[in-house]
């Protein structure tokens, strides 16, 4: 398995061959950017094997590399001097392409080749990954003290978006919408950042915590009770009693990470 991350003033991979948990070697450098907190963030993965980061205005990158004629998107639209990187990995043949992107964090790209994110305050917003007019899908609501959307993710069936929602107070809201229409539902009171898991957990930040909540992505519904996963000899711990048929489910485990559970 490969780790792709941001970090030093670049976009590398490491590698871990013989699956021992450690890196091969030194990282291999896929792109080298000027500046690490203009450098990029926000890595996605899309359908078509293609990395994509959003940079910001002192990344380095130069006119000649975002107007590349082999870039995947055929109509990209740029909102200032955010520019999207793309590392296209084949044959085991690293090429880096560059385009401009949409202004704002990192979308959440579905089966059905569209992608759905976020521009705060301006609200919701998919669009077709050939490029095209973005559709407005949802605005806060100001009255409410709704202050914008963010991070958005997609559940698995492609149709359903997870978001977080930020109040004017500061308050934090995660919310699911089906992109089909209907109301919006909330999943988690003063959460952020949601991530839909595989094994049919949400987790989730809160606080200073990572959260994690068996999750029901057909009725949108959370099951049983948030744990934290621990991540420091100071970080409270908790004892919860689970569900019937808990153990034989989880063969007993718990999460548990750098420090105490």
Avoid at 118 to 145: C, H, M, N, W, Y
Avoid at 217 to 225: S, Y
Wanted: charge should be negative; aromatic fraction near 6%; include cysteine.
């Amino acid at each position: 398995p490969d780790l792709i991350c941001s970090g030093d003033d670049s976009v590398m991979r490491l590698r871990d061959t013989d699956g021992d948990g450690a890196a091969d070697g030194e990282p291999q450098i896929w792109t080298a950017l000027r500046h690490p907190e203009h450098g990029a963030n926000g890595l996605v993965r899309g359908p078509d094997g293609c990395y994509y980061l959003v940079c910001g205005n002192d990344s380095g990158i130069s006119t000649k590399q975002i107007t590349a004629p082999h870039s995947p998107v055929a109509q990209p639209r740029s909102g200032g001097a955010d520019l999207t990187t793309v590392a296209a990995e084949a044959m085991g043949a690293v090429e880096h392409r560059f385009a401009p992107t949409l202004h704002g964090v990192p979308g959440a790209w579905g089966p059905d080749d569209t992608i759905v994110f976020t521009q705060g305050i301006l609200g919701l917003f998919r669009v077709s990954a050939k490029g095209g007019e973005p559709e407005r899908l949802a605005v806060p609501d100001i009255e409410k003290g709704e202050k914008g959307y963010f991070r958005p993710s997609l559940l698995p069936d492609g149709k359903t978006v997870l978001y977080t929602l930020i109040f004017t107070d500061g308050a934090t809201r995660i919310v699911a919408r089906r992109l089909g229409g209907g109301e919006p539902v909330t999943i988690v009171q003063d959460g952020f950042g949601p991530l839909y898991r595989p094994s049919g957990h949400l987790v989730y930040g809160q606080a200073d915590r990572l959260m994690a909540v068996r999750f029901d992505a057909a009725t949108l519904r959370t099951v049983g009770q948030p744990v934290f996963i621990p991540g420091s000899m100071g970080t409270a711990s908790f004892v919860l009693a689970g569900e019937p048929g808990s153990v034989e489910r989880s063969f007993g485990t718990t999460c548990h990470g750098a420090g105490r559970a």
